[in-house]
């Protein structure tokens, strides 16, 4: 910026010059021929021809000065063009050293999720390996006691089962969990097909449930999720299916998914015995699924009616 402002400077002054030159020019011209004029009515032919050398030798000074003006003009311009390349080749340069610096930051943030990814998959199958494998063997040892003994206690056999379900509850929510630890992020396609593949699980074990997976046309299926949100929205959709099955005693369940506005909302529904949200105290699983839902800015809304099912609507 400097250079450029001494350059203007000196164009300036130059082209000021250039002007007083060029006026002198014209007003020497203007001499000669007022001389030329006045000496041509009088007879003294030497004066007159004095007088047109010393003219003739102005002329060509100014001449001379004008070429000097119209050399400097064109120095003047060939310095600013050449300035100018050289001004956009710095910028260029620049330009260039920006972008590949940008593009070494993305290529090193990549290679860092790679290696991070690499990381949660090894972890992910360490753990599925281990605990999962020992998770089975837990319900396969109880399914063994309950039937390789004839167990005539009530009270045992009950807590057998309850520990059998909480145990395959527990696969179920960590084979979830390593499902969302696998990805660095989840689109709505992988959400979708989560719970499809849940329903049909549940179909396999109960054909008297009816199942309706319904998603709007208007809900944009390119959506993403963080693996946070992605995981508890389908923890939360996984819990109250389970609810509807076990204590609402339900033959019918929707799961809805629909775009309102800019908020997407997953509606859970089921024909089930429902209960009274004013006299019901809630227990941890719907404390839990609303925490949830509240930890990644989402709304939970619990509707239910005695005797006519309950609804639950997740707003993102």
């Known amino acids: 910026m400097k250079y450029r402002k001494h350059l203007m400077s000196f164009l300036l002054l130059f082209l000021v010059n250039s002007t007083n030159l060029i006026a002198e020019n014209s007003t020497i011209s203007s001499k000669y021929s007022s001389v030329s004029e006045a000496h041509v009515t ?16 102005q002329q060509l000074r100014v001449q001379k000065q004008n070429y000097q003006v119209y050399g400097g003009l064109c120095l003047i311009v ?3 063009v050449i300035a100018y390349l050289i001004y956009s080749q710095y910028q260029l340069k620049h330009y260039q050293s920006q972008k590949e610096k940008e593009l070494k930051e993305a290529l090193s943030k990549i290679e860092i999720q790679n290696k991070q990814q690499e990381q949660r998959l090894k972890i992910s199958k360490d753990l599925h390996d281990t605990i999962g494998a020992q998770l089975t063997y837990i319900i396969s040892s109880l399914d063994n006691l309950k039937y390789a003994f004839d167990i005539k206690d009530e009270k045992l056999k009950e807590k057998l089962n309850i520990i059998s379900s909480f145990t395959s509850h527990t696969i179920y929510e960590f084979r979830d969990s390593i499902w969302a630890m696998t990805k660095n992020e989840i689109t709505f396609l992988d959400l979708q097909a989560r719970i499809s593949n849940y329903i049909d699980q549940i179909k396999l074990n109960d054909s008297n449930i009816q199942f309706v997976f319904k998603v709007g046309d208007n809900v944009d299926s390119i959506i993403k999720f963080t693996t946070v949100e992605g995981f508890n929205i389908y923890s939360v959709i996984y819990e109250a299916i389970q609810n509807s099955i076990k204590h609402a005693n339900a033959s019918m369940i929707k799961v809805e998914v629909i775009k309102m506005v800019s908020n997407l909302v997953f509606k859970i529904s089921d024909n089930g015995k429902g209960f009274s949200t004013t006299t019901v105290i809630r227990g941890n699983g719907l404390n839990t699924m609303m925490k949830r839902i509240q930890s990644i800015g989402g709304l939970v809304e619990i509707n239910s009616i005695e005797n006519a099912g309950t609804e639950i609507i997740i707003t993102i």
């Open 42 to 57: 009088r007879d003294n032919t030497d004066q007159i021809l004095i007088d047109r050398v010393v003219l003739a030798e």
């Open 78 to 80: 060939i310095l600013s």
